[in-house]
């Protein structure tokens, strides 16, 4: 069975900070993917990023950054200098298929994540 | 491009009654999927489908019917609202080897 564990519930930071968004999964499988979304205050769920359990590479998109290290089964997103914009509650995700597959995707609880101006 | 399409946005129901929300996607995905989410507890799949005329359930099947009678449209039923099913409602869809899957906005429902 697959889990995934977002230890976090909420954090509450000032702008312009730096905070890191912690993940860890359980999964049998060689090969996995992962997943973090987005859902601002009106709800919708924006797909931020996925990796593939083969790819180890840390990525980085403008303020954001995921670090993946499978020797901790962990996949972390930082936001560097935080805006208020970022406020919203971050999901992880895991999947056997990059696309969902039979089983759709195995979510974390949520961070709420607050920005304080 | 519309994607994944769900309908209604809000819905007060009394205990007791019935309602189906309403999926449908137009990417031509042979998977969707019914996901419940409550405060605090992310997401939990409801029912999904591999492809039309099939179904199966997820974790949280109770008190819920689908059916899927063609590749676009994936109807949640709900029969004998309760309490308990007072939540948010996202339908996706995907594939095999997508990118991600793709949700709809949501529809918020309040059993009362």
């Known amino acids: 069975a697959q889990k995934v564990t977002q230890a976090q519930t909420e954090i509450s930071v000032v702008e312009k900070e730096d905070v890191t968004l912690d993940c860890v999964y359980e999964t049998r499988d060689t090969t996995y993917y992962l997943f973090w979304y987005k859902q601002p205050p009106s709800g919708e769920l924006v797909f931020l990023i996925r990796?593939?359990?083969?790819?180890?590479q840390n990525e980085i998109s403008g303020r954001y950054s995921w670090n993946f290290q499978k020797s901790t089964s962990s996949f972390n997103f930082t936001i560097t200098a935080s805006q208020v914009v970022d406020s919203a509650v971050y999901f992880c995700a895991l999947s056997m298929y990059s696309g969902g597959g039979a089983d759709g995707l195995t979510f974390g609880k949520g961070t709420h994540l607050i920005i304080q101006p | 491009n519309a994607g994944v399409t769900q309908t209604p946005k809000f819905r007060i129901l009394k205990i007791g009654q019935s309602m189906t929300l309403q999926c449908t996607q137009d990417?031509?995905?042979?998977?969707m999927y019914w996901y419940r989410q409550d405060p605090g507890m992310g997401l939990k799949l409801i029912y999904y489908?591999?492809?039309?005329?099939?179904?199966d359930k997820g974790e949280v099947p109770n008190g819920y019917n689908v059916s899927r009678s063609t590749t676009e449209d994936f109807p949640l039923r709900l029969e004998l609202a309760a309490p308990s099913q007072t939540s948010v409602y996202f339908c996706?869809?995907?594939?095999?080897?997508?990118?991600?899957?793709?949700f709809g906005e949501g529809s918020w429902l309040t059993v009362v």
């Open positions: 489908s591999v492809g039309a005329g099939i179904t």
């Open positions: 990796r593939n359990s083969f790819d180890e």
């Open positions: 996706a869809s995907g594939t095999l080897a997508g990118n991600t899957i793709y």
């Open positions: 990417m031509n995905h042979n998977y």
